[in-house]
């Protein structure tokens, strides 16, 4: 909850800033953007527990970099390459290391009804590719063993950009991944489906 209310009031200053920044009509099409994003999943924390098994730290981020290209004032492609939560796991019998890597394809769509006048534009997104799992595990006599496994899923998100200038824009995205069941690298649990918050922010050129 406190993360929300930080992330809220950073966007708030940041929707005001632009406000006064920018007159000009904003024009899109035939333009690219390079953005990262920053958030954390909504039903998950950052944890480390230590208990006479071990110690296991467990983290909600997740964040990618991400390519996107307005090919009409209304409708951009996307691609995007991250990180999607991660885990280690030290026991007395090994070590364990998880972490799943999203690379999705996608689109979005900024409808000119719903335009901010010069400030910004509201976007619905859709993206689909493959969830990269991989695991490594240290057992006993010092062997190790590297598990790798995709399962395919996607990612719906609505958000807004915020123009702070012509070339930068920042903004808040509430998304949800729908992934399919992992069978190995995530231990007890197999899905990892959930909803996300986060803050994308770029360069536009």
Do not use: C
Not at 92 to 107: K, M, R, S
């Amino acid at each position: 909850m406190k993360r929300i209310i930080v992330l809220s009031i950073i966007t708030l200053f940041a929707f005001q800033t632009a406000s006064f920044a920018q007159t000009e009509k904003i024009n899109l099409a035939g333009r690219h953007t390079i953005f990262f994003e920053s958030g954390f999943k909504t039903n998950s924390r950052t944890t480390v527990i230590s208990n006479p098994a071990g110690v296991e730290a467990k983290t909600g981020f997740i964040g990618s970099l991400s390519y996107g290209y307005w090919f009409d004032d209304e409708w951009a492609l996307t691609f995007s390459a991250g990180v999607f939560g991660a885990e280690a796991t030290i026991k007395y019998n090994g070590v364990q290391a998880n972490a799943i890597i999203p690379i999705l394809f996608g689109v979005r769509y900024y409808p000119d009804r719903l335009a901010l006048g010069s400030v910004g534009r509201f976007y619905a997104g859709l993206a689909l590719g493959q969830y990269l799992g991989s695991a490594s595990r240290t057992k006993l006599l010092f062997t190790t063993e590297t598990v790798n496994e995709s399962v395919f899923g996607g990612q719906a998100s609505i958000g807004v950009d915020l123009f702070v200038v012509s070339w930068f824009k920042f903004g808040p995205k509430i998304s949800y991944h729908v992934i399919g069941d992992f069978s190995e690298i995530i231990g007890t649990k197999k899905n990892l489906s959930g909803a996300g918050f986060s803050i994308d922010f770029g360069f536009v050129l």
